[in-house]
């Protein structure tokens, strides 16, 4: 008997994240994946929660499933691509890299993969953990959840805008 099963095709959200990025130029697409991986890899048990929105994509990691228990995130639009602390106004920043004047969130560009390893970046990220209420769980592995997805968004190309 002829085996007619399919390969197994990545999980529906999985797939997803992939066509959103691909909505980007090819070198912002590299950097949001390249940013994916390493805080995939660090933080391991955190929920990747994914919001396609009207301004911005945002990849958001986080304690639990609620977007209030996020640590940092990435966020990209048609012209590049940040890291975002959703408690950032209350972190220790001694070398004045957060950008933002808002009561809760600061960021800093990501001009490249590597600014993810500066030490005072890892800082940042270290501190957005320790103060994390409820704390990130010591064991297991986080899902990639698709929270919301905009009918209407802004370019996300530059070529695309007129």
């Keep these: ?50 919001y396609d929105n009207y301004n911005f994509f945002v990849i958001g990691y986080c304690a639990t499933e609620r977007p209030s228990d996020c640590l940092f995130s990435i966020a990209a639009n048609s012209k ?3 890291l975002s602390f959703y408690h950032g106004a ?15 969130n600061r ?4 001009e ?4 993810l390893s500066r030490p005072e970046v890892k800082e ?10 409820p ?3 010591s064991s297991g592995r986080g899902h990639l959840i698709i929270r919301s997805v905009a009918a209407k968004q802004k370019p996300r190309r530059l070529s695309a805008k007129r």
């Design 124 to 133: 940042l990220m270290t501190a957005a953990v320790a103060q994390a209420d």
């Design 112 to 115: 490249s993969i590597e600014t």
């Design 80 to 82: 590049g691509v940040g």
């Design 1 to 50: 008997m002829k085996n007619t099963a399919k390969p197994a095709s990545p999980a529906p959200a999985e797939k997803q994240l992939t066509e959103f990025i691909s909505k980007f130029e090819p070198p912002i697409a590299k950097q949001i994946r390249a940013a994916s991986r390493v805080l995939r890899q660090l933080y391991p048990t955190a929920n990747e929660l994914v």
């Design 135 to 137: 704390p990130l769980p």
């Design 90 to 104: 209350t972190l220790p920043d001694p070398h004045k890299i957060l950008l933002g004047s808002g009561n809760q």
């Design 107 to 110: 960021f800093i560009r990501l």
